[in-house]
């Protein structure tokens, strides 16, 4: 396994909001536009990505949504 990539369990000990959150941005949507999405605010959504960055200690949203897409793919291909 890649240093670069957290295991597993640490992904596991992101919220179900984080993920979903983390997703959408992978996504490339805005802050703005998930706390419309999601029915939050703004600064709800920050709070969430940055936990989620602390929870993985990772420095910045480009990482974050790195590690998620290729935590998601791995996923994907070993539970198609």
Known sequence: ???????????NQLTPRQLEII?????EYSNKNIATILSISG????KHIFK??????????IQLIVMFV??????SVTNP
Do not use: F, G, Y
Not at 23 to 27: I, K
């Open 1 to 11: 396994m890649s240093d670069s990539i957290p295991p597993p369990k640490t992904i």
């Open 23 to 27: 997703a959408l941005l992978a996504e």
């Open 43 to 46: 600064e709800t959504v920050k």
């Open 52 to 61: 989620a960055r602390r929870k993985m200690n990772l420095e910045n949203r």
């Open 70 to 75: 290729m935590w998601r793919e791995r996923k």
